[in-house]
């Protein structure tokens, strides 16, 4: 009988999971809690622009995920969006989503079954099987689970017995947090070429990018401006004008939205690209605190995940 598989998590690891199983002939089912798949690599429309507000780009490090982003690339999908920032060229392509960076979750969603706006509340083990409780009070169940949530809100959705060992390797990981604000400004902010400046390690703004100059949006002005993790964390709580004002540092914008991201990037990560849990039925973890804090890094975990469940589902 087919088994019934269930992937938490429609952000690129997710999907690429997802993906792979499906092309070995194993059908599943992923849910994820927002409006839409795509998680970090997250564009949205607002006040006529269109803004790439979490993940800004990714590269290419590894064969493996080469080989996807040139049929991508291949399809128009993405595309090259500089070699280097601030003006500077250092021959590494950043590649972008041709529509904004959620077009490409978006692309890998196709032919798979995704039930967005649904929240895992917790995941509990029954028998040989998988209880899964929603916000809407739905229980589902699954023969084999892979969890691509951010790692601290995995283990609090985990409500059963998991060795000590294994709960210590998870606790470790932690995450910066990254407060990003979307803004369209009065006058032209002078960006040099490709419409970036980047700040690494800045505070308290290591990014700011003109969308309408990467090419996904019509209006001009609109800029994605992300905070530090130092600036993130002292300012979470903090009013959304109290952020604003001060991201925007005396620009003026004829509009804005902020945007809390708890789990940015992951700064203490776990060294192998996927994580099984000890259990009674198969749960692999995935995600990008498995291996490489990056995109690259998230898809090539979705890919080792879904291998390590088809080697426990088709010994
Ligand atoms: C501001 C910012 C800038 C970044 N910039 C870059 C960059 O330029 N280049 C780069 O390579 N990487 C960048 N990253 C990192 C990159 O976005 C991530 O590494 C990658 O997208 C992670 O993918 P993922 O599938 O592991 O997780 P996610 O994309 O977070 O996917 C996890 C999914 O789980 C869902 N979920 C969570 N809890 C539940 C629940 N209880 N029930 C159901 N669903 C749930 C979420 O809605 C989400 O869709 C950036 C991230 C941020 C936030």
Not at 80 to 86: A, D, E, L, T
Not at 89 to 114: K, T, W, Y
Request: charged share 20%; net charge neutral.
């Amino acid at each position: 009988m087919q088994k019934q598989v269930v992937i938490i998590g429609a952000g690129i690891s997710g999907l690429m999971a997802a993906q792979h199983l499906r092309q070995v002939g194993i059908a599943v089912t992923v849910l994820d809690k927002g409006n839409r798949p795509g998680g970090r690599m997250a564009t949205r429309p607002f006040e006529g622009a269109i803004f790439d507000y979490g993940a800004q780009f990714f590269t290419v490090r590894h064969e493996r995920f080469a080989s996807f982003q040139r049929a991508w690339q291949a399809k128009g999908l993405v595309k090259i969006w500089s070699q280097g920032f601030n003006g500077q060229s250092d021959g590494h392509p950043r590649f972008i989503g041709s529509g904004g960076m959620n077009s490409i979750p978006a692309h890998l969603a196709q032919g798979i079954e995704v039930r967005c706006a649904v929240k895992v509340s917790r995941i509990l083990a029954s028998g040989k099987q998988w209880s899964l409780e929603t916000d809407f009070d739905e229980t589902l169940t699954a023969d084999a689970l892979i969890v691509t949530t951010p790692v601290p809100q995995t283990l609090n959705l985990m409500d059963f017995e998991i060795a000590d060992t294994e709960r210590a390797a998870l606790e470790r990981i932690e995450y910066d947090r990254c407060l990003a604000l979307m803004a369209i400004l009065e006058e032209r902010e002078d960006l040099p070429e490709p419409g970036v400046k980047q700040m690494l390690e800045g505070e308290p703004v290591t990014w700011i990018a003109d969308n309408q100059r990467k090419g996904i949006s019509l209006l001009s002005n609109a800029i994605t401006i992300h905070a530090g993790p130092k600036f993130s964390l002292e300012n979470w709580d903090k009013s959304a004008e109290d952020v604003a004002a001060q991201l925007l540092d005396g620009r003026r914008a004829t509009a804005w939205k902020l945007h809390r991201w708890k789990y940015s990037k992951p700064s203490v990560m776990h060294p192998e690209r996927c994580f099984t849990v000890t259990a009674p039925s198969p749960l692999v973890l995935a995600g990008d605190a498995f291996g490489e804090a990056r995109i690259e890094g998230a898809a090539l975990s979705g890919l080792s995940a879904a291998e390590r469940l088809q080697g426990l589902l088709l010994p």
